[in-house]
Nanobody, 123 residues
Framework: QVQLVESGGGLVQAGGSLRLSCAAS????????MGWYRQAPEKQRELVAA???????KYADSVKGRFTISRDNAKNTVDLQMSSLKPEDTAVYYC?????????????????WGQGTQVTVSS
C-alpha cells in the first residue's frame, strides 16, 4: 500500500502565493508521473500540473506562467508553487502518483491519490 500526504493548502488573497507539498510513502519501487489535480464545487476534477521522473512537465493552460511543479525523486515528494492566485483557482487540490510496485516476483503500476487539500482564494 502507498500513502500520499498533502500539506500547504489554505486561504489566500488574490495575487498571493501558496506552496503545496505531497509526500509518498509505503511499498514503492519507483514513481513514474506525479501530479496535482483540482476539483472545484460542481466541476470535474482537472489536471493542474504533472511531472515525470525525468523532469518533463505539463501544465493546464489556465495555470501556465503562474504555477510551477517540482519533485524530489529521492524523497518521493512533489511540490506545487502557486503564484498570482486568482479566485478561480479555488478548489480542493489532490496529489496523484503513478507508482510501480513489486510483489510476488511481479512489477505492477497503480495510481494513488492523496486526501485533498483546500485552496481558497479570496477576491
Amino acid at each position: 500500500q502507498v500513502q500520499l500526504v498533502e500539506s500547504g493548502g489554505g486561504l489566500v488573497q488574490a495575487g498571493g502565493s501558496l506552496r503545496l507539498s505531497c509526500a509518498a510513502s509505503g511499498s514503492i519501487f519507483s514513481i513514474n508521473t506525479m501530479g496535482w489535480y483540482r476539483q472545484a464545487p460542481e466541476k470535474q476534477r482537472e489536471l493542474v500540473a504533472a511531472i515525470t521522473s525525468g523532469g518533463s512537465t505539463k501544465y493546464a493552460d489556465s495555470v501556465k506562467g503562474r504555477f510551477t511543479i517540482s519533485r524530489d525523486n529521492a524523497k518521493n515528494t512533489v511540490d506545487l508553487q502557486m503564484s498570482s492566485l486568482k479566485p478561480e483557482d479555488t478548489a480542493v487540490y489532490y496529489c496523484n502518483a503513478d507508482v510501480t510496485q513489486y510483489s510476488g516476483g511481479f512489477y505492477f503500476s497503480r495510481d494513488y491519490w492523496g486526501q485533498g487539500t483546500q485552496v481558497t482564494v479570496s477576491s
